[in-house]
């Protein structure tokens, strides 16, 4: 028998533990209409919120909160969450909490303003797309190209969302802009600050 054997077996129990303990916690979560996103955004992940979502929709045309506390991550994959939230017919409030940097952010302006809330300490950061590109010259020029037309794209959505001229969000969005919960209120990214779940409309 392997030496490490016992070690993987103890692995695979705490996951299943884990799994089996995150069964109740879904089953309220769902019951209570509430989704939450935390920590990067992925693929996988943009896959489980929207299938929630689709779910919720499905269900019901009750209103659906959303709580977000992310870094940001893969900005098509906050595309899909984006879209998705659009597209279904129950009203959709979104909580702010922590940090909503990034694509985060682009996830957290799916709704319109007065949807949108956030608590006294979070933070909130909005930037230009970063990427790497690699390869063969005319491949690298074809990225960054397409990393411009993604700046481009965002800055419009944004300037949407917040009432500031597209000029502003360019400049602002030219290295990290940092907003705390009040500067996001004057900024028109944040309709609401809360501190009890009640306060939601």
Request: aromatic fraction near 4%; hydrophobic fraction near 40%; glycine fraction near 8%.
């Amino acid at each position: 028998m392997p030496l490490f054997s016992r070690f993987d077996d103890d692995d695979e129990d705490e996951e299943k533990l884990k799994s089996q303990q995150s069964i109740p916690v879904d089953k309220h979560l769902f019951e209570a209409r509430q989704v939450m996103i935390v920590g990067g955004i992925t693929q996988d992940l943009a896959r489980d919120v929207c299938q929630r979502l689709l779910a919720l929709a499905h269900v019901s045309s009750d209103p659906i909160t959303v709580i977000v506390s992310s870094p940001g991550g893969h900005v098509e994959s906050g595309d899909m969450i984006h879209d998705t939230i659009g597209m279904i017919e129950p009203k959709v409030n979104i909580l702010g909490m922590g940090w909503v940097a990034s694509a985060g952010a682009l996830i957290y302006i799916s709704v319109p303003k007065e949807q949108r809330y956030c608590t006294p300490n979070t933070r909130f950061l909005l930037h230009q797309p970063s990427g790497g590109a690699g390869g063969v010259a005319s491949d690298i020029e074809i990225q960054a190209r397409e990393i411009i037309k993604m700046r481009e794209r965002l800055d419009k959505l944004f300037a949407a969302a917040t009432g500031q001229p597209i000029e502003r969000i360019q400049k602002d969005t030219d290295r990290d802009h940092w907003m705390g919960a009040e500067e996001a209120v004057n900024y028109g990214l944040v309709g609401k600050i809360v501190s009890r779940t009640n306060e939601l409309s």
